[in-house]
């Protein structure tokens, strides 16, 4: 698909899609295979949300405006936000009513309008790219890596600041990989330190695949300047093990001791989720739990406290990224120099979804809606800690609940025109139909 003024955006296989093909920094968005020949409904927003990606991680081509915007079918005035687990997927498999909710949003719904929508999840250890290929084969649609938000997508900033850091979490050597993606320069695991030296971990001995993985080096000519848990840790006692020796070291390096317990690297999480959603039928230990386990034991073990860092949802930067690719889209499609309007974000989890949701909501000039599903951690018929905007049964009720809201709101604000025009001419009013692009073809007329 090419936008006038932008580039081409590639269509990769879902079935072909190499991670190291991906990683390249041109526009992909990945399509099922029967969808190769032919684009989907889904990828007009896919394949939008993928550039206005890439110009927002590029400063330079952000601040700069398109020519006049193409034609866009899409509505800019509401989009979708959506968490992952427990709303689109459980246990590794879609919850039925997602996919019929992709495709009221790509056309199907009774107003004949597309909706665009983006996807904002905790769970990490895996690349956007990779995330995008995993959730178009398990949804069966097309979609962009530019569409997704993870936990630990901040933390691309701070390979700039970095240089040696060790990352804790996920199967094997993926968070590395992730990692080195990000552009960190020198990224240890716990099994680079166990293989240096496996007393280090009395009762974790790593396999005969993590041994020849872990990379040789020299400890004592290192200093780790930060920690980094990309994903879940796999084994918490070794990791803990590992990461408490660091905090109380002197400035990261292994075998030593502070004596002041100041002294050690800083340490950052992908999130703080204390339970998710997985295939069992009660909630899950999260990454949450892991950060309180690990303040509980250094305040327990040297008397201090420990000072961590968390991204994702509830944390406000996760909101402001979304925003800001969300504007930018506009920007691109519409010309218009605002996020939307709404934005709806449905997720299941109350203590990080519609905290997050209602608390950015207070900082923002357009309106963060939260909807509440009852398909993943939150029990139905229990109090929520954080109360939603709204509660449905599934991700299909959401949509068609923000929908249906959207309506009754332009229904509202045409009833308001009509009353106040006294005389004049009535002005049209598009019922949740897209802005037309000839009102503001330049975007920087449209800014405020
Ligand atoms: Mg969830």
Known sequence: MALPGRPKVRRVSSHDAQLNALNLRSPTVIVPPQYLMAPSDANETAAAMELARHEIEDDATADSSPLTPPTSTVTDKFAFAFDIDGVLIRGGRPIPEAIEAMQVL???????????????????????????????????????PGQFICGHTPMREMAAKYTTVLVIGGEGEKCRQVAEGYGFKDVVTPGDIIKHDPDTTPFRKLTEEEHQNSRKRDFENTTIEAIFVFADSRDWAGDQ????????????????????????????????????????????????????????????????????????????????????????????????????????????????DIRGTNEYNKHTDNRWYSILVETGVYQPGTTPKFTPSATVPNVLDAVLHGIERENQRQQKLKFQQELNTTGGKLQEFALLSPSPNTEKSNPLDAAV
Not at 111 to 140: A, H, W
Not at 250 to 258: D, I
Not at 280 to 290: E, I, K, P, V
């Open 106 to 144: 790509n056309g199907k719904n009774d107003y004949g309008i597309k909706i665009p929508y983006i996807f904002v999840t905790n769970g990490g250890g895996k690349t956007e790219e990779e995330r995008c290929v995993q959730l178009s084969k398990q949804m069966d649609i097309e979609i962009s």
């Open 241 to 352: 093990q590992i990461i408490l020796d660091l905090l109380m070291s002197k400035g990261g390096k292994l075998g030593t001791r502070s004596e002041t317990f100041d002294e050690g690297p800083p340490i950052f999480f992908s999130h703080n989720d204390i339970v998710w959603s997985a295939s069992h039928d009660l909630t899950r230990l999260g990454m949450g739990a892991l950060r309180l386990s690990l303040e509980a034991m250094f305040k327990a073990v040297t008397g201090k406290d420990l000072v961590t860092t968390a991204y994702g949802k509830p944390q406000i930067g996760t909101f402001e990224f979304a925003t800001r690719l969300l504007k930018q889209w506009r920007k691109a499609t519409h010309g218009i120099n605002e996020p939307p309007e709404t934005v709806y974000f449905v997720g299941d989890t109350p203590e990080s």
